[in-house]
């Protein structure tokens, strides 16, 4: 463990900790106007218990997108070091100042995931998520300097570079958006390069959901063992939490984050294994402090009880999807994730796909969806395919297939829905 006294702390004293985080943050916020309209009449001393702290109101993505710039921001403008943004698609985007403090924070909440990981000073860390306003390239990079690994700070895209570095300068460690891995994968097929070449042992992926046929996939294609790393821009970038060698369930770090599961309809609490949407509650960060954060991921919590890697702190499930990415579909739900199970279970099919919404002239909704197959999959796999998707999601889509390559690989995240509807 990177900080063995905080990460094995015993439940009691983690518990107290965080009803001393939680008054604290509060007393933070309530010292700037917009919170205190948001939070009228709350007194830090009101918290006595994390039921007290559970009454407060939810704040949402739309409040910090209206909030823009720094409307909700608690620290003079002087005392930010640097912003990160989130990546949305529509209004404005979610700023983050972080301090002096909050980027020593996020460095020693990174320390601990590499830790947790398997990853010290001996090794390579290729960095692959883009340095900017996206979270993921710096919080990579802070963590690998704390503990003193030496970095590849290279940065999105030249996947072909990315190999070539990876082989001669011998990185052991990748750290890279989920699906990253993949286009990995396919510029080594496509250049002949040799994957036996590498040295690689660990990679530490996140910022997307990947279900766990992904995560054989890339384990089996690139020799490593993968970490499931969360976070992100609102709660001051990746560093929420990891898996750990135990691979049974993504340890939050309990001394700086404060996690509620509740129910995405009624906002109630949710007892611990019923799944229901992330909140998230800062215990220590300055700039942007979050009281009660809705975080749209979907996970639920695993367990309380010490860890068999000995850390104390709670464990949540991998990220089921996101409340806001459910697809309804003539009344079916369903999330992308199990189709792309699904796809990974077929031989003959690329782990690429993308799922097409649109309305039909006559005003019925349509989907279709599109994937790479090699020759002959129409006639050998695709009644199967279709068997499966009826089965399994009660689907019956227009499937399109499309030679490997075809579908757009964009440079961040992948674009697995598209809905015209
Ligand atoms: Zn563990």
């Not at 799922?355 to 050998?380: H, K, M, Q, W, Y």
């Amino acid at each position: 463990m990177w900080e063995a006294g905080a990460e094995s702390r015993p439940r009691e004293a983690l518990e107290r900790q965080t009803l001393e985080g939680l008054r604290r943050t509060l007393g933070h916020v309530l010292a700037h106007a917009a919170w205190r309209r948001r939070l009228d009449g709350v007194e830090p001393g009101d918290i006595r218990t994390t039921a007290d702290w559970s009454r407060l109101p939810f704040l949402t993505k739309d409040e910090l997108r209206d909030a823009y710039p720094f409307g909700l921001a608690c620290v003079e403008p002087e005392r930010v070091l640097r912003v990160h943004m989130s990546s949305g698609t529509t209004g404005n985007p979610v700023l983050n100042p972080y301090t002096r403090a909050d980027v020593d924070q996020w460095a020693t909440v990174m320390a601990r995931c590499y830790v947790a990981a398997g990853v010290g000073a001996r090794d390579v860390v290729q960095i692959t998520p883009s340095f900017g306003l996206f979270t993921g390239g710096f919080g990579f990079h802070y963590g690998a300097e704390r503990i003193g690994a030496m970095v590849v700070p290279i940065g999105a895209g030249r996947t072909s570079l990315q190999l070539q570095l990876m082989r001669d300068l011998g990185a052991t460690v990748l750290a890279a958006i989920s699906t990253y891995p993949l286009r990995l994968i396919e510029v080594a097929r496509e250049e002949r390069f040799d994957l036996g070449s590498l040295r690689l042992r660990v990679a530490i992926l996140g910022s997307e959901m990947w279900s766990d046929d992904l995560r054989r996939l890339i384990e089996r294609e690139l020799s490593v063992t993968t970490f499931d790393i969360i976070g992100m821009t609102e709660t001051g970038g990746p560093g929420l939490g990891i898996d750990c060698g135990a691979r049974d369930g993504i340890h939050v770090w309990e001394d700086h984050y404060f996690c509620e599961v509740v129910d995405p309809t009624t906002g109630r609490p949710r007892a611990d294994g019923e799944e229901g949407e992330l909140v998230v509650s800062t215990l220590t960060r300055e700039g942007l402090p979050l009281i009660r954060y809705r975080t749209h991921d979907l996970t639920r919590v695993l367990s309380r009880d010490p860890c068999a890697c000995g850390r104390t702190h709670l464990r949540l499930d991998r990220l089921h999807g996101r409340t806001d990415d459910m697809v309804i579909f003539r009344g079916v739900n369903f999330y992308p994730r199990q189709i792309e199970s699904l796809l990974l279970k077929q031989p003959g099919v690329g782990h690429e796909y993308q799922i097409v919404l649109d309305r039909a002239p006559g005003g019925s909704d349509r989907l279709a969806l599109l994937l790479e197959a090699r020759d002959g999959f129409a006639e050998t796999g695709l009644p199967r395919l279709r068997s499966d998707l009826r089965q399994y999601l009660n689907l019956s889509p227009e499937i399109t297939l499309l030679k490997e390559g075809e579908l757009p690989r964009p440079p961040g995240k992948a674009v697995r829905v598209v809905d015209r509807r």
